[in-house]
T-cell receptor
Framework: NADVMQNPRHLVRRRGQEARLRCSPM?????VYWYRQLPEEGLKFMVY????????ESGMPKERFSAEFPKEGPSILRIQQVVRGDSAAYFC????????????FGSGTRLTVV | DQQVKQNSPSLSVQEGRISILNCDYT??????FLWYKKYPAEGPTFLIS?????DKNEDGRFTVFLNKSAKHLSLHIVPSQPGDSAVYFC???????????FGTGTQLKVEL
């Protein structure tokens, strides 16, 4: 999992602050996916991005959440005005252009909103 | 709407015995299924997958069985080892799609 780098590993934010989660995909991977795992639940798809394009954001909450994957640099998941319900583990995964048969996941960012 | 269900939150098995983890799905459009293993504080790791055109896929100690008519799949681990203790997630996708739908996971504990 270390080949998909997520940082920070742990993030604590007060209600109303912004959270920025970063993901650097594996070398050669141009597809990035973000998933969220709430306590006692499975992983829920949030968004699928390719470089400079959002391909599928059907799992993103309509407000406060945004994602980008710029031409240079990591993918960013941004949560504005965080609330306690945003506390979760956020996992990024990447895959090569030719398919998604078994993503490679990062180790996740554990967001705690206090 | 839980389209992929893992009804057993936990399973305890003795070392050397077979572990059987089950998964049911409701969406008949799913045509590719995957199992992931997850240790605490780590991301999920891909284990094994199966296409809907098959009913069995084997990789070492891991075998996945698919029963399309019952919309059921299972992961068999034999023999089970203490290092297999982890949470196992079943996931599914539709053809051409890139989005995985996960179950809620089963915590496997392999005891000595």
């Amino acid at each position: 999992n270390a080949d998909v780098m997520q940082n920070p590993r742990h993030l604590v934010r007060r209600r109303g602050q912004e959270a920025r989660l970063r993901c650097s995909p594996m070398k050669g991977h141009s597809h990035v996916y973000w998933y969220r795992q709430l306590p006692e639940e499975g992983l829920k798809f949030m968004v699928y991005l390719q470089k400079e394009n959002i391909i599928d954001e059907s799992g993103m909450p309509k407000e406060r959440f945004s994602a980008e994957f710029p031409k240079e640099g990591p993918s960013i998941l941004r949560i504005q005005q965080v609330v306690r319900g945003d506390s979760a583990a956020y996992f990024c995964a990447s895959s090569p252009p030719e398919g998604t048969y078994g993503y490679t996941f990062g180790s996740g960012t554990r967001l705690t909103v206090v | 709407d839980q389209q992929v269900k893992q009804n057993s939150p936990s399973l305890s098995v003795q070392e050397g015995r077979i572990s059987i983890l089950n998964c049911d799905y409701t969406n008949s459009m799913f045509d590719y299924f995957l199992w992931y293993k997850k240790y605490p504080a780590e991301g999920p790791t891909f284990l094994i997958s199966i296409s809907s055109i098959k009913d069995k896929n084997e990789d070492g100690r891991f075998t996945v069985f698919l029963n399309k008519s019952a919309k059921h799949l299972s992961l068999h681990i034999v023999p089970s080892q203490p290092g297999d203790s982890a949470v196992y997630f079943c996931a599914a996708k539709t053809g051409g799609g890139n989005k995985l739908t996960f179950g809620t996971g089963t915590q496997l504990k392999v005891e000595l």
